[in-house]
């Protein structure tokens, strides 16, 4: 069987057709769907290049097919280009075979309704949260209230329709956007086919699988003081990341004295303006913008200096650059937002979008060497869970209920 997958993603379409991506959604990510379908159908917005960067990877070929749809970058652009966008989406329809959005996604938003219209089961991967991306300070745009209740109103109405769920949180996306009926967490119980049938099949798995190269052997030893060393890892193509936060709470420290440095990985057009900001707060000397810097074993390079791992999101899912840190054995700390507070403990968390708040945490555990070895220890034995053998299992089991809930539904068709 095939199934026909849409999400938000952006990918690089080469002169001869083969589709690229960095390494968190190349080749790689989309074989774990073929440990259960017969071929995978990505319909994801195309970019077309001349050159591809070198230390992308290619992600189309055998039994991974890819259906462009025009690129387009924010709501006035999807807005201005949405006829042939909606054209693309909606010949990507499926005929048969099983379908999954990864959402939330307007990519989806559009598939969804063609789906639900002719009654065709289809399974959702929630990713993310509208309501935390259209949250004040996160985007600046006008209708920036409407698209939050719009969005946040279509997940939830995504979600009681599908036939089965699959979050990567395991309780705050659930919270938000429920599944119809019951939910069941297929690593914890086994249930027959049968006691499933009129039911959405819901769990939670992650899209994040360490690998034993992911994971520290020890954890290093906290400073007993200064120069102490933070990084953060995130796009910088919006101010989801709350980068600007980190800056500012940076300021605040230095004229407390304390003595840092930090390291910003991640590119996108708001890194001029940051910069600027480092530059007007008198930081510029103190943080490294390391720009785009390639997973795997470069990133982890970059992690492993850090005294501390600062991520002041406005916004997230589950953060894989969170528990890349934590599996390297290092303190952290973030805002409370989507799925951060199922990673760290509270006296982690502070509010996003303030700087004084997450400058005042920054000092209490720099500060304090024993609680930044606690913190390091619980983070490593934490980011274990999130091992490929504990993952497997639970997903292959959802993507067999859609499977099997597709093909009932083809048999009754044809009945």
């Known amino acids: 069987m095939e199934v026909t997958i849409a999400l938000e993603a952006r990918y690089a379409v080469a002169p001869d057709g083969s589709v690229w991506s960095q390494a968190g959604m190349a080749r790689g990510f989309w ?11 990505i319909v994801a917005r195309g970019t077309p290049v001349e050159r591809v960067p070198e230390d992308w990877l290619v992600v189309n070929g055998k039994n991974i097919l ?7 970058h924010g709501p006035w652009q999807c807005l201005k280009r949405y006829p042939a966008i909606r054209a693309a989406v909606r010949a990507a329809t499926p005929a048969h075979g ?4 990864r959402v939330g996604s307007q990519i989806a938003n559009i598939l969804e309704p063609q789906l639900h219209e002719r009654k065709y089961p289809y399974a959702l991967e929630v990713i993310g949260d509208p309501s935390e991306v259209f949250a004040p300070g996160v985007v600046d745009h006008p209708l920036r209230p409407f698209f939050r209740w719009h969005f946040s109103r279509h997940l939830r109405r995504q979600c009681l329709r599908a ?11 659930q919270e938000r956007y429920p599944a119809q009926f019951v939910s069941v967490s297929i690593s914890d119980v086994d249930l027959p086919e049968e006691a499933l049938l009129g039911r959405a099949f819901s769990t939670h798995y992650s899209s994040i699988e360490l690998e034993s190269a ?5 954890i290093r030893n906290p400073k007993m003081h200064g120069p102490y060393r933070l990084v953060t890892v995130g796009s910088l193509a919006q101010r989801y990341k709350g980068t600007d936060v980190l800056i500012e709470a940076m300021a605040r420290c230095v004229r407390a004295g304390l003595d840092l440095t930090a390291a910003i990985v991640g590119e996108g057009k708001y890194r001029p303006d940051l910069i600027a900001h480092s530059e007007r707060l008198g930081m510029a000397s103190r943080i490294q913008f390391l720009g785009q810097v390639t997973a795997g074993e470069p990133v982890r390079r970059v992690l492993d200096t850090a005294d501390l791992f600062v991520l002041p999101s406005r916004t997230e899912g589950l953060p894989r650059a969170l528990i890349e840190a934590m599996a390297r054995g290092i303190p952290c700390i973030g805002s409370a937002v989507g799925g951060i507070p199922e990673l760290l403990d509270a006296s982690e968390l502070v509010p996003a979008g303030d700087p004084e708040k997450l400058a005042a945490k920054i ?7 024993v609680r930044m070895e ?13 091992g490929e053998s504990v993952l497997a299992e639970r997903r292959r089991r959802f993507y067999q209920h859609v499977r099997d809930s597709t093909q009932s539904w083809e048999a009754l068709q044809k009945a």
Do not use: W
């Open 31 to 41: 074989e774990r769907y073929l440990e259960v379908f017969d071929t995978v159908r």
């Open 98 to 101: 099983a379908v999954i959005l």
């Open 374 to 386: 606690t913190m390091a220890r619980r983070n490593l034995t934490g980011a274990k869970e999130f």
């Open 363 to 369: 000092q209490e555990v720099l500060k304090d060497p």
């Open 214 to 218: 992911h994971m520290a052997e020890c």
């Open 163 to 173: 036939s089965g769920v699959a979050y990567v949180t395991k309780r705050t996306l």
């Open 66 to 72: 890819f259906h462009r749809v025009p690129d387009f």
